[in-house]
């Protein structure tokens, strides 16, 4: 047992390490390519989608894995409610990110890129259903890879968009370069 928790410790050290390398990168890069207000503006598009990530959550994670962890045979029915209820919540703080940025004067200028970006919360649901399964299953490096792929994917499409595209530099381009990060 003691290997596997030390494997699992290492594997979740190396890869919370690749993220806040790629995500040191990542923020030069960003604050190079946007400015102070562009770069506010992202990070505020970012806080926002992470406030509507954990509202969709609700702290779900932590039962659905003690509860799976208890009983091995209903892991498939928890794994499958998990989902659902994940992707339900999702749905609906998708819609009422919606309605938000078309209600509140002063989401409008910002409304494309928030709502390229609140597709994310559907792709960022499915990601922390897996890591129920990956974190009953002891399976940490999946989760660790899963989230080194996408800080470093969404890394490698700025460094593209820097370098090759920068007439195409916007906040809606960058926030769409962050979805289909998440989703590859």
Known sequence: MFPEIAKNTIVQILGRGGVVLTT?????????????????????????????????????????????????????????????????SSIFCLFFIVILVAIAPGLQALSVPIQIVSLTLILISLKTSSSIVFQTKLRFEFMAMVDVLISSTFLFCLVFLFFFAKNFLNLSTIMFLFLLSNLF
Do not use: C, H
């Open 24 to 88: 040191i990168i990542t923020t030069a890069l960003l604050t190079r390519l946007l400015g102070t207000a562009g770069y506010g503006n992202y990070i505020f598009i970012i806080s926002l989608l992470m406030f509507f990530v954990t509202i969709s959550d609700w702290g779900t994670s932590l039962i659905f894995i003690r509860e799976a962890s208890k009983k091995e045979e209903d892991q498939p029915l928890f794994f499958g409610n998990a989902l659902l209820l994940r992707l339900s």
